[in-house]
């Protein structure tokens, strides 16, 4: 049974992609819609941004360079986002990958939005000592800092933020992964003799290629 306190209520949720909230979030945003909360999803436009309003969301489409280290470019999508916020006016935001947990954190702090942001791993920031590498790493302090809560899918990423020091919000918690929908992936057995391994990933040397 839907909480009726939570019924006309507003959540953000941001990611670097449109597409990354359809193809990995949809399920939570879909109990937000139940639930009788109106969604805004917020991201590079591009795939995704279709199908998330048809599935009754409000969406806001940013021209974002997810590759680019150009300041004055991201506090342009800061901007952006700040502006959506402000006519919004969320409950809370919801902020998933670096860039959008960076971004959403400065934007919502000069309304007080509570934002909770999420850390799915740690990225090529953490795998060398280079100067933009530690910059990138302050920069998770400052995303972190200010949240109501900071989810980890890994206890072991959670110990190495603590022990660089890196601000984990006011509250950390442990989530077992992103979650599968098991009806859009269903288990079925195979019926033959399996010779050959598929690799998903990247293909860079740090995956081990």
Same mark, same amino acid.
């Given at each position: 049974?839907?909480?009726?306190?939570?019924?006309?209520?507003?959540?953000?949720?941001?990611?670097?992609?449109?597409?990354?909230?359809?193809?990995?979030?949809?399920?939570?945003?879909?109990?937000?819609?139940?639930?009788?909360?109106?969604?805004?999803?917020? &991201?590079?436009?591009?795939? $995704? *941004?279709?199908?998330?309003?048809?599935?009754?969301?409000?969406?806001? +489409? @940013?021209?974002?360079? #997810?590759?680019?280290?150009?300041?004055?470019?991201?506090?342009?999508?800061?901007?952006?986002?700040?502006?959506?916020?402000?006519?919004?006016?969320?409950?809370?935001?919801?902020?998933?990958?670096?860039?959008?947990?960076?971004?959403?954190?400065?934007?919502?702090?000069?309304?007080?939005?509570?934002?909770?942001?999420?850390?799915?791993?740690?990225?090529?920031?953490?795998?060398?000592?280079?100067?933009?590498?530690?910059?990138?790493?302050?920069?998770? &302090?400052?995303?972190?800092? $200010? *949240?109501?809560?900071?989810?980890?899918?890994?206890?072991?990423?959670? +110990? @190495?933020?603590?022990? #660089?020091?890196?601000?984990?919000?006011?509250?950390?918690?442990?989530?077992?992964?992103?979650?599968?929908?098991?009806?859009?992936?269903?288990?079925?057995?195979?019926?033959?003799?399996?010779?050959?391994?598929?690799?998903?990933?990247?293909?860079?040397?740090?995956?081990?290629?």
């Amino acid at each position: 049974m839907t909480d009726r306190s939570i019924v006309g209520a507003r959540a953000v949720f941001c990611a670097n992609t449109l597409r990354y909230l359809w193809n990995f979030r949809r399920g939570t945003i879909e109990q937000f819609l139940r639930d009788g909360v109106e969604v805004l999803c917020i &991201g590079q436009r591009g795939r $995704g *941004a279709g199908e998330l309003a048809a599935m009754g969301c409000e969406v806001v +489409e @940013l021209d974002w360079k #997810l590759r680019s280290v150009d300041p004055i470019h991201e506090m342009r999508v800061v901007a952006s986002i700040h502006r959506a916020l402000r006519r919004f006016r969320p409950a809370v935001a919801f902020s998933f990958t670096f860039k959008a947990n960076l971004a959403v954190a400065l934007a919502c702090r000069p309304f007080n939005i509570p934002y909770v942001t999420n850390v799915t791993g740690l990225g090529t920031a953490f795998l060398s000592d280079r100067l933009l590498h530690r910059a990138v790493r302050r920069l998770y &302090g400052v995303s972190n800092g $200010g *949240a109501h809560t900071t989810f980890f899918q890994n206890p072991a990423d959670l +110990e @190495l933020f603590r022990q #660089l020091r890196l601000a984990t919000g006011r509250r950390t918690a442990m989530l077992p992964g992103s979650g599968v929908d098991t009806q859009r992936f269903a288990f079925a057995p195979v019926d033959r003799r399996v010779r050959t391994f598929v690799m998903i990933a990247r293909l860079i040397v740090d995956k081990g290629v």
